[in-house]
């Protein structure tokens, strides 16, 4: 669990000069640090139950990482760096639990049946994830405001900044790209 | 795909998203120019418009958060939780997992109860430590221990308690093919320890199989004695909802009351025990319920009646026909209304070995005893039927006072007396118990206001010694919890029923001169012992009180001597408290280590630096033996720092206050204040050793704490602000010093006679700083005075004289007096 701001300071600019093979070895001690805080953040908030992910993201990236030394082009690249970790890390941390988990799951909904069920349907992430890919080839960046938005759990209007575009484009984006995702999922399901 | 066909289709569909659906296919009409497959295409995705508007929209993180708590919930085998290594998960329940860990400071296996998440830390920890004393006193061969408790690095709560290695008792009684005799048998002894609880006044509240465990010696253990009470404050305002879910999930051994949400009380768990049994006869549940569903259980419980015993398939072949007695008594605690019920486990307990001895069962009695509660009730007179049966047993009591006063009879006493309390604490007819407002639980303070209003409107003019009797356990009871008023109440209506100079009597004195000075009115305690300790001793020597009794007194009297600033005649009372305390037994064990703190703070009063980290080390070995893992060890800890700074071995010194630090932060969290006491004697050893920076840091942390925590009154407040005002005027600070010493000065003028000590050493250290800025003429009259004051308090040779001594041949030599240097240096010890 000791992992030096160096260390990760240093994975995170090679990553971004395009060395993928980083990313493997960035995405556990990033990992840890947003498990161990997320536990910390429900623990404290566990009331509420507000989670706000883009708070989680930018406290793990200040605790983690040396801002002296990285000099980010702008806001836009932290949060798009953000962004695809926080893709990364939930869609890899679905990818390996889901199967172990189903049947836990299902025993949890019928104990709650008597009670409400969340509103919306859970996501498989999985699915998600490469359908978001498929998406992507035909549509980059409506797709980058997926991920902004979804996986960075960014607003609107900063999704607008970080991409450079208008914050109307954004929302038509946004709302394009949900039906072409829904689609693919729910072709896939069929 | 090309990107030019792509983005049109996605042009065409943001606009058609803009327009109301009825307008859209005039709109793609004339848009797709009759391209149908690109009609088509589009349609496909507007049509999912409906179930797309909810789709994504909450953000990624929040579908996971959930599953990643759980996961990131779980420890891995060697890991550390302070001084436990973590060998394997053993149990999973609603309020967390439990975990068989070694103590790696006792070599012993553990079992490590990890709270979940949701129980805020701050709050928990408060109400832990109130409760934690009381758990940790149930010393029962039948009970796991509960050893202590504390926060893990990250925040969470846990508890550690006796590794049990055993069988559930349901699987036990199936796989051993036990007999319906050991099986009640067996039963027996679970009701004893439930009973042995209820006496000290504790709730188990969630008995089931699962709790109760059977070595393989055939003994019953039972677990997580009082832990849900202890939890349930916390559960009451954070969670509510979670876990009324929780306490859905296994509803089946809970009691009415309980899954009616209402108070629950010893006759709860006589209930729950009631459903154990009902499965040791017949291996299964009382109530045969369709669906699993909770509403359903609820139902049944609450009024559903429960099939007799012998109507079901018995579990054990060899039996005798369960009907009858064991149908009675099954049925009596399984009763919906709690005061139906037997009175006590004890009382289930008694009415089965009758049952095995072939005597005729109290159960067959119910209807009357019911009878006669409902009459009760129509009458509107507020007494339960506990109250009943503790009129009954007066008699018993008091003839057992007039008799004799043979052990074995005063023994008998006083479980007839814990009897009453605990049938008191049994009462809970609802709409004549104490109704709290909603969500709140039965403290102890309750049940004793209780149990002081019954016992007012009980008839005892044949028996005052008996009132008198449980006036004074309500007194001590309500002593050992911190309600001073209403126990000097009590002990004085005690004393009032007691014979004047009897054994009774002085021992109520000591109690009441306990309260009467935890009130602040030292002047009246001192006069009431100095009354009383002769009379002790007279009686001590003729055997009719003992020890301990007269070791108290001396040691409170000894307290308010050295309160008084009499150092010297507190050493005295102190040493002949010690002397008395030699037994082994537990309870002369904390006593004599309160004792032996407080001696060795006399000795360091009077300068006697060496006896006093002699015996302080005799402390700290005797806890790190016993019990390493408690904040007294780190108590103990921080007391042998303090002396050894003052004795100036700082190496050692600071080796034990870091020791403390660890185990404060591990057991107390980072805000409690004997932490920050701790800090503060940190600081003030690092400033004597001139590592400035870091005392300052190590005083910062500490005045953060105070304030958080207290503030100004509390009496190290103005301590620390000296600290820091001493190391800001070494640092060459000496405006800030200035203001700070100020502050500390005006502190102790508020709080406390200006002849104090503690006022003194406030001055002394302002003169200090006025001194290293020159202003010798302000600086003079303030060393001066500190200087006798002290002197006049604590001798010549006392260390606080002596740097007051020291801080005037400063100031003369600075301001160039030799011939007043000269004459006060010769009053140091040591130069």
Not at chain 2, 205 to 229: C, S, Y
Not at chain 2, 341 to 369: M, N
Request: with cysteine; proline share 3%; net charge neutral.
């Amino acid at each position: 669990m000791e992992k030096t701001p160096d260390d990760v300071t240093e994975l995170l600019l090679k990553w971004q000069e395009g060395d993928d093979d980083v990313s493997a070895r960035l995405m556990p001690l990033v990992y840890e640090e947003l498990r161990r805080l997320a536990r910390n953040y429900l623990q404290r908030e566990r009331a509420d139950h507000t989670l706000q992910p883009t708070a989680l993201v930018h406290e793990a990236y200040l605790r983690m990482v040396d801002s002296k030394s990285v000099t980010w082009k702008d806001r836009a690249h932290f949060y798009g760096i953000a962004a695809r970790l926080m893709r990364r890390i939930l869609v890899d941390h679905a990818r390996t639990h889901n199967a172990a988990k189903r049947g836990g799951l299902e025993q949890k909904l019928i104990l709650e049946e008597a009670h409400d069920l969340p509103a919306e349907a859970p996501v498989e992430l999985v699915a998600l994830d490469s359908a978001l890919e498929d998406f992507a080839r035909s549509y980059p960046r409506k797709s980058e405001v997926v991920e902004l938005k979804f996986f960075g759990g960014l607003q609107a209007r900063e999704i607008s900044e970080v991409l450079q575009v208008s914050e109307k484009t954004v929302l038509r984006d946004w709302n394009f790209a949900k039906l072409w995702l829904c689609r693919a999922l729910s072709e896939n399901a069929l | 795909m090309h990107s030019e066909q792509a983005e049109q289709i996605a042009d065409l569909v943001q606009r058609a998203l803009e327009r109301d659906p009825p307008e859209r296919a005039e709109f793609l009409d004339k848009a797709c120019c009759g391209d149908a497959e690109l009609r088509r295409e589009i349609e496909s995705l507007l049509r999912q418009e409906n179930q797309a508007r909810e789709f994504i929209e909450t953000p990624a993180y929040e579908h996971v958060a959930d599953r990643l708590l759980d996961e990131a919930g779980k420890l891995v085998a060697g890991q550390l939780i302070g001084d436990y290594k973590i060998i394997s998960l053993i149990g999973e329940g609603g309020m967390g997992e439990v975990y068989l860990a070694e103590d790696t400071a006792l070599h012993r296996k553990v079992a490590l109860k990890l709270i979940k998440a949701g129980f805020g830390t701050a709050r928990f920890l408060r109400h832990f430590r109130n409760e934690e004393r009381i758990l940790a006193g149930l010393t029962h061969p039948n009970i796991a221990r509960l050893y202590g408790g504390g926060i893990a690095s990250d925040g969470t709560p846990y508890f550690v308690m006796e590794y049990i290695e055993g069988q559930r008792i349901d699987q036990y009684c199936r796989d051993k093919i036990v007999s319906l005799r050991q099986r009640l048998e067996l039963f027996r002894k679970v009701c004893a320890a439930v009973a042995y609880a209820h006496q000290h006044l504790v709730i188990h509240r969630d008995l089931k199989p699962a709790n109760i465990r059977v070595t393989p010696e055939g003994e019953p253990k039972l677990l997580d004695f009082g832990i849900a009470k202890l939890l349930e404050p916390e559960t009451t305002a954070i969670a509510q909802q979670t876990v009324t879910l929780q306490a859905l999930m296994t509803p089946d051994y809970a009691s009415p009351e309980q899954v009616r949400g209402e108070l629950m009380s010893t006759a709860s768990d006589v209930y729950s025990l009631g459903v154990v049994l009902y499965e040791l006869l017949t291996g299964q549940r009382p109530y045969r319920i369709k669906g699993r569903r909770p509403h359903e259980i609820i139902r049944a419980i609450a009024e559903h009646e429960p099939e007799r015993p012998s109507s079901r398939q018995p579990a054990i072949r060899d039996q005798k026909s369960l009907k009858g007695d064991l149908d009675n008594i099954v049925l009596k605690a399984l009763r919906k209304e709690p005061e139906r019920r037997y009175a006590s486990a004890a009382q289930l307990s008694e009415d089965i070995r009758r049952h095995l001895e072939g005597l005729p069962v109290l159960a067959r009695k119910d209807t009357f005893t019911y009878r006669a509660s409902k009459f009760i009730a129509r009458n509107r007179v507020v007494v339960a039927a506990a109250a009943l049966l503790f009129l009954t047993l007066l008699g018993g009591i008091a003839a057992t006072l007039v008799q004799s006063r043979k052990a074995h009879q005063a023994k008998a006493k006083a479980e007839a007396i814990n009897q009453f309390l605990s049938d008191t604490l049994n009462y809970t007819d609802p709409r004549t118990t104490v109704k709290k407002t909603e969500n709140q639980i039965i403290t102890i303070k309750d049940v004793l206001d209780k149990a002081a209003n019954q016992l007012d409107k009980e008839n005892f003019s044949a028996h005052p010694e008996v009132k008198a009797e449980l006036n004074s356990i309500l007194g001590e009871s309500y002593l050992s919890q911190g309600f001073y008023d209403v126990a000097e109440k009590r002990l004085r209506l005690a004393l009032e029923g007691s014979k004047p100079n009897s054994p009774a009597a002085l021992k109520i004195k000591v109690s009441l001169g306990d309260a009467i000075a935890s009130q602040g009115r030292n002047d009246e305690s001192e006069k009431l012992y100095r009354e009383i300790i002769p009379d002790l001793r007279a009686q001590f020597r003729s055997r009719d009180v003992d020890s301990n009794y007269l070791a108290i007194a001396l040691l409170n009297l000894g307290v308010l001597r050295r309160a008084h600033g009499n150092s010297r005649e507190a050493e005295e009372l102190l040493r002949e408290s010690l002397q008395l305390i030699s037994d082994g037994s537990e309870k002369s064990t904390s006593t004599r280590s309160v004792v032996r703190g407080t001696l060795v703070l006399t000795l360091m009063d009077q300068g006697k630096i060496d006896e006093a980290v002699e015996k302080q080390r005799e402390a700290v070995a005797e806890l790190r033996q016993t019990s390493p893992n408690t904040a007294d060890f780190g108590y103990a800890l921080t007391g042998l720092g303090s002396f050894l700074t003052e004795k100036g071995s700082f190496a050692e010194a600071d080796a034990n206050l870091t020791e403390a630090e660890k185990i404060y932060r591990r057991l107390l969290g980072d805000q409690h204040m004997w932490l920050g006491d701790n800090l503060r004697l940190q600081a003030n050893s690092l400033y004597k050793q001139d590592r400035l920076e870091e005392a300052q840091n190590k005083i910062e942390q500490t005045l953060k704490i105070y304030r958080t925590n207290s503030g100004p009154q509390y009496l190290n407040f103005a301590t620390a602000l000296m600290i820091q005002g001493l190391i800001f005027n070494q640092m060459g600070r000496s405006q800030e010093a200035e203001q700070v010493l100020r502050d500390a000065v005006r502190i102790r003028n508020e709080n406390l006679p200006k002849e104090h000590f503690l006022s003194a050493l406030a001055r002394g250290a302002l003169g200090q700083c006025l001194t290293t800025q020159k202003r010798f003429a302000e600086a003079e009259p303030l060393l001066l005075e500190s200087y006798s004051t002290l002197k006049a308090s604590q001798g010549a040779a006392n260390p606080r004289t002596q740097i007051a001594t020291q801080r005037l041949v400063a100031l003369y030599e600075a301001c160039g007096r030799a011939d007043k240097a000269e004459q006060y240096r010769s009053e140091l010890v040591s130069p």
